[in-house]
């Protein structure tokens, strides 16, 4: 099993206080415990826009950091670990500039990069930055830039002509180092495990109850099998939370009384059942945590990926990372 933590990219005001991250220093500093204490790979969330639920608020502005210039920034003081987005929320982005940047990207790291991809989680983020696309159907925008990339990133280049999307003898040099390229789509829905099946590398849905993941990850085997890839082709790594203590309880209370899971329960559109949380993510003391990973590779979970783990103080945060490595990840 992998273990790939969640950098706070854009967590502010939505699961941590705001002035969370501090400057710069924070995300190198992050960075660097997360390889030094045995993870996989540090990932950075996305948010384009301040959600409108979150301005005006008391303390003031989240301050939500570009994910991509945020790992460029942290891979230059890193040198094993894996850098990720979990997820870009794709729609807002021009597919030939973002080839451009992962291209770039991946070549100053060394090959180190996995780029997430999804809807986002707002769409008045499409609707603020593209006004002209505010009717369009964002998994339209998705799959047009989805195929794009994938010629984009694997061939150096290319011409594509798709509904939203077209251009024309367009070539990246650098390509990336990488082919293909790991490209992860996002989602929780059975089309997200369809453009899993036909384009992804990996595939990130949010938490689900174990047995409904297992499901999930059955029909993302029979997908690929239709679409004549290897079974395995595709990695199943699930974006989680957690919060471990030496005491289940002490682990449980905390989880739960934080403003990620407060932000989470009161804003999930995905049809969750929001008392399933708890026991679906890597919450408890290091005995119950070790038997719910045993439980999701059990499932075909491969990497326990972007893992946010709920804190008031960076300091806090690293704590948690501490104690989950020691107990979790070098177990």
Avoid at 100 to 105: F, Y
Avoid at 191 to 200: E, L, N, Q, V, Y
Avoid at 290 to 311: E, M, T
């Amino acid at each position: 099993m992998k273990f790939s933590v969640a950098l706070p990219t854009a967590y502010e005001g939505l699961g941590y206080p705001i002035g969370f991250v501090h400057d710069a220093s924070t995300f190198t500093r992050l960075a660097r415990v997360a390889e030094s204490l045995g993870y996989d790979g540090a990932w950075a969330n996305d948010h384009l826009s301040t959600p409108r639920f979150l301005r005006g608020a008391a303390d003031g502005r989240p301050s939500f950091f570009e994910p991509l210039l945020t790992l460029a920034h942290v891979a230059a003081v890193t040198e094993r670990l894996r850098l990720g987005t979990a997820v870009l929320a794709l729609p807002l982005r021009d597919p030939v500039m973002l080839a451009k940047q992962v291209a770039t990207l991946d070549v100053l790291s060394h090959g180190r990069l996995t780029l997430g991809v999804g809807l986002g989680a707002y769409r008045e983020e499409l609707s603020a930055s593209h006004p002209e696309r505010r009717r369009a159907r964002r998994a339209d925008l998705f799959n047009d830039s989805v195929a794009a990339l994938r010629g984009l990133l694997d061939n150096g280049g290319g011409s594509f002509r798709g509904t939203a999307f077209r251009f024309e003898d367009v070539e990246l040099a650098p390509a990336p180092l990488q082919r293909p390229f790991p490209l992860y789509v996002g989602g929780h829905t059975t089309d997200a495990i369809d453009r899993a099946a036909r384009w992804g590398q990996g595939w990130i849905p949010g938490w689900r109850p174990i047995d409904e993941l297992r499901e999930r990850v059955a029909l993302l085997r029979h997908r690929l099998a239709a679409a004549g890839r290897e079974s395995r082709a595709v990695e199943v790594a699930p974006e989680l939370s957690a919060t471990i203590s030496r005491r289940h309880e002490d682990a449980v209370r905390r989880y739960e009384g934080s403003r990620f899971v407060h932000h989470r329960r009161a804003r999930d559109r995905t049809g969750r059942d929001a008392s399933l949380m708890t026991a679906s993510n890597l919450v408890g003391g290091p005995d119950a945590i070790r038997d719910r990973v045993a439980a999701l590779a059990d499932a075909g979970v491969d990497h326990c990926a972007a893992i946010a783990f709920p804190a008031e103080t960076v300091d806090e945060l690293i704590e948690q990372w501490q104690l989950f490595s020691e107990e979790v990840v070098r177990s």
